[in-house]
């Protein structure tokens, strides 16, 4: 083993040929966890610094729709929804996980007149550069969507978005209740489009290898990063990606994991009903192919606050 962590290629080649076993003797494959399991794995760091100031970066990347949308996807995406985000009673936009800000310059090129507009987002880096080319009238705050409550005490907004495909992070009773408190934040009448990953076609069994010579969102200068897929849970509940990260510099692996829920439109359509929303069309995003293995095009759930009872 210490052989292969010290030859990223050598270690990538057994990989690929006997799995992660073959490099690290006694580590589990994916497919064996449980769904409580692949629940209670580490998420993604997005909170940290450093990684924050390198998935800012992919970002901006204009070539790549790996983090944000290329600048013309996104115009493509908002014509799409204009008929229904410019209906609203008030254009006044709550936006959990907004990334750095491009949605909401995108809208103002696109002439929205946009009286009030609030952006959350847990990477400090991407918070800053939101903050640093806000228009007029816009507010970016920093931290958890999960803690939607407590960072944005306003009420009364027009419009939601959660973009990003960000509601496929969030387990069942954690997206219920953000839900919630997106409807109880919106109007009545009030507008909600979540982007969401497309329902897979199968099941998923897969590895990869990257070899990344100047860097990537996991590491600074050349490494490699064996990549694993699984789905856990009959029928597909969750897609579980584990990226260990190998380099001639490091002294020890890093390991990252991505799980991702998946949920049909039914689901999906429950749940907004649950937290007063009904749903008004359900739209196919342009261009947006998913990068998980078999899985359908993403979608846009749109939902129209209900009006409360007198």
């Known amino acids: 083993m210490e052989t292969l962590l010290s ?16 490099v690290f003797p006694g580590r589990a494959p994916l497919a064996s966890l449980s769904v409580p399991e692949a629940a ?9 610094p450093v990684f924050s100031e390198r998935m800012l970066r992919l970002h901006l990347d204009t070539t790549t729709d790996e983090a944000s ?3 013309e996807l996104v115009a493509a995406h908002l014509d799409l929804l204009a008929p229904f985000l410019l209906s609203s009673a008030r254009l006044e936009v709550l936006h ?7 949605i909401a310059e995108a809208m103002v090129r696109a002439g929205w007149e946009v009286k009030r507009y609030v952006g959350v987002d847990i990477g400090p880096a991407t918070v800053r550069h939101a903050r640093d080319h806000a228009p007029p009238g816009f507010d ?30 969030f387990a069942h009773a954690d997206l219920r209740e953000l839900l919630a ?18 329902p897979l076609a199968g099941t998923i069994d897969q590895r990869r290898v990257h070899r990344y010579p100047k860097g990537s969102l996991f590491a600074d200068g050349p490494h490699v990063i064996l990549d694993e897929w699984a789905t856990i849970g009959s029928p597909p509940t969750v897609v579980v990606r584990r990226m260990t990260v190998l380099g001639s510099s490091r002294e020890r692996p890093e390991v990252y994991h991505s799980v991702i829920w998946s949920y049909s439109i039914g689901e999906l359509s ?3 009903e649950e937290a007063g929303f009904d749903i008004v069309d359900v739209l196919a995003v342009p261009e947006a192919a998913s990068d998980v293995p078999d899985a ?15």
């Open 7 to 22: 030859n990223p290629a050598q270690a990538g080649a057994a990989f690929m040929r006997g799995g992660i076993s073959a």
């Open 40 to 48: 209670a794995l580490a998420p993604m760091p997005y909170h940290d």
């Open 69 to 71: 949308r290329r600048p």
């Open 96 to 102: 959990p996980a907004c990334g750095p800000g491009l």
């Open 140 to 169: 970016y705050r920093h931290g958890d969507a999960r803690d939607l409550e407590q960072l944005v005490p306003e009420r009364d907004f027009g419009l939601a978005m959660l973009t990003y495909e960000t509601l496929n992070l």
């Open 181 to 198: 408190r997106v409807g109880d934040m919106l109007v009545d009448g009030g507008i909600f489009v979540a982007e969401c990953r497309g």
């Open 270 to 272: 429950g749940m907004f």
């Open 296 to 310: 359908v095009g993403n979608v846009f759930v749109v939902g129209r606050r209900r009006n409360r009872p007198a």
